[in-house]
């Protein structure tokens, strides 16, 4: 298995065993939500990944979407996300986790006018075991 997919394999179920994070967005956590699912809800967004010495750098965003809550809503799981995923030791396959720090977040309200937008965003470092996978 690649780094970057083995590090998306390892921050969701991360995310999906955390208690604090389920209290917020019940079991609506989704690489490609369908479009029907109700809210909150968070998502695993946007990544990038580069070569680092010995290894893969990694930059990924997961993003809350509210309506009821609002912003406040957003950032309460925006919150219980980089608890649970900062300075985090994930097990990945084929692959050794150096180091996943948060960097950043916002909020923003949609076009519609009733959505919150929270972005959250991490850098993750990587290297290969030599494990068969």
Same mark, same amino acid.
């Not at 921050?11 to 939500?33: F, H, K, M, Q, W």
């Not at 509210?66 to 396959?93: N, P, Q, W, Y």
């Not at 470092?125 to 494990?131: D, F, H, L, N």
């Given at each position: 298995?690649?780094? #970057? ?9 991360? !995310?999906?065993? #955390? ?60 919150? /219980? ?14 692959? /050794? !986790?150096?180091?996943?720090?948060? !960097? ?30």
């Amino acid at each position: 298995m690649n780094a #970057d997919l083995a590090l998306q394999k390892a921050v969701y179920e991360r !995310l999906a065993g #955390d208690a604090a994070l389920t209290a917020l967005v019940a079991a609506r956590i989704y690489d490609n939500p369908p479009g029907d699912t109700g809210f909150p809800y968070l998502t695993l967004g946007e990544n990038e990944t580069r070569a680092w010495p010995g290894g893969t750098e990694h930059r990924l965003a997961l993003t809350a979407f509210s309506r009821g809550g609002g912003r406040a809503e957003a950032k309460r799981i925006m919150g /219980a996300v980089s608890a649970a995923l900062h300075d985090a030791a994930l097990t990945l396959e084929g692959h /050794a !986790l150096v180091n996943l720090r948060f !960097l950043d977040g916002t909020t923003r309200r949609e076009a519609d006018g009733t959505t919150w937008r929270g972005t959250i965003r991490f850098r993750a470092v990587t290297e290969e075991t030599g494990e068969a996978t």
